[in-house]
């Protein structure tokens, strides 16, 4: 059972940045894909980011991809997600997630792994 460990959310005003952290039981280098989800209040879950174990497979979600970055530190456990000009609209629990499968992609159905969660709140 893979366990991740989400961490460093918080409250931020608009404009300013975060780094979330995800911290995997398995090496990330090991084969599979990590990928970054949010659930904001009264929606549903949806794609932020997605990488793969090799790290040079990566995709982002469209409203993110100049302002957010996805990294992992070589040969350790954790996966990174760098959240740049935060907007109000990126408030919301952000959960790390894994699949065994070394291929990113969009769908969270894809996924086996999730962690707990970590709040994310842009204040305007």
């Known amino acids: 059972q893979v366990q991740l460990v989400e961490s460093g959310g918080g409250l931020v005003q608009a404009g300013g940045s975060l780094k979330l952290s995800c911290l995997t039981s398995?090496?990330?280098?090991?084969?599979?894909?990590t990928a970054w989800f949010r659930q904001a209040p009264g929606k549903e879950r949806e794609f932020v980011a997605a990488?793969?174990?090799?790290?040079?497979?990566?995709i982002y979600e469209v409203s993110v991809k100049d302002r957010f970055t996805i990294s992992r530190e070589g040969g350790k456990s954790t996966v990174y997600l760098q959240m740049n000009s935060l907007k109000p609209e990126d408030t919301a629990v952000y959960y790390c997630?894994?699949?065994?499968?070394?291929?990113?992609?969009?769908?969270?159905?894809?996924?086996?792994?999730w962690g707990q969660g970590t709040q994310v709140t842009v204040s305007s």
């Open positions: 990488m793969d174990w090799s790290g040079h497979n990566i």
């Open positions: 398995v090496p990330t280098v090991s084969p599979g894909a």
């Open positions: 997630t894994r699949r065994n499968v070394p291929l990113p992609t969009m769908a969270q159905v894809a996924y086996d792994y």
